[in-house]
């Protein structure tokens, strides 16, 4: 089935929520304890996109790609969040069973097309964790640049280590990934 690449609405909280619960319980176990992930974990994620697409939301804006009607992944950002390093990319995810068909990378050109009209002087970045090697891999794939190492604290309890990557441009982001199916 085709893929679409759409705008996030704000009547997408619970598809945002059930994907991103089935992505973290996926993609996180080891990283976010059990408990947290076997509770209410959907009805925690649509707390978040309410809020986040909500009235009165910070300046940011997301993707959703569908399968017919099926949510098959998103993506989420925030334009002017860092002076240095301009657009943060927070989140990006593909439901496991929709994973290495080009979602991911069909998101990310959807984000830096928009970026590369609407920011162009702004680099994007994001953080990954240390242990999610597969999305390291994703993105160096796809031009990113590793940068610095954090700690920080985990949803439901514990530290963990994490990256930056980031692409000096849109364009060069855009460059890396492509343009997004229509
Ligand atoms: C990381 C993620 C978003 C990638 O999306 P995806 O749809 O699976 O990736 P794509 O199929 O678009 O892959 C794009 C390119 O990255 C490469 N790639 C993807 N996964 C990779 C991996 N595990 N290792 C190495 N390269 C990889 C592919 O080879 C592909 O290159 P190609 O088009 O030249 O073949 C997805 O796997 C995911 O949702 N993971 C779980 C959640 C997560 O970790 N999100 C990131 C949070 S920071």
């Known amino acids: 089935m085709k893929l679409v ?4 609405a704000p009547c997408d909280v619970q598809a945002m929520a059930s994907l991103h619960a089935a992505s973290w319980r996926s993609a996180y176990r ?3 304890s059990d408990a947290f992930l076997d509770a209410d974990l959907c009805a925690n994620r649509a707390a978040f996109w309410a809020q986040r697409l909500g009235p009165g939301a910070k300046d940011s804006f997301g993707f959703l790609a569908m399968r017919g009607e099926e949510a098959v992944g998103f993506a989420f950002a925030f334009p002017n969040a860092d002076q240095s390093w301009g657009t943060l990319l927070d989140n990006l ?5 929709h994973k290495g068909q ?5 998101l ?3 984000v830096a097309q928009r970026c590369s009209q609407a920011v162009p002087a702004e680099g994007a970045h994001l953080w990954v964790y240390e242990v999610n090697l597969a999305a390291q891999q994703f993105y160096a794939s796809l031009g990113g640049q590793r940068g610095e190492r954090r700690m920080v604290e985990v949803r439901g309890g514990g530290r963990a280590a994490e990256w930056r990557f980031a692409w000096p441009s849109a364009a060069a982001l855009l460059a890396q990934v492509g343009r ?3």
């Not at 690449?5 to 996030?8: A, G, K, L, M, N």
């Not at 995810?93 to 069973?97: A, D, S, T």
């Open 102 to 106: 080009g979602i991911g990378r069909a």
């Open 108 to 110: 990310l050109a959807a």
């Open 93 to 97: 995810h593909v439901l496991p069973r």
């Open 5 to 8: 690449i759409r705008e996030v």
């Open 30 to 32: 080891g990283i976010i």
């Open 180 to 182: 997004a199916p229509t």
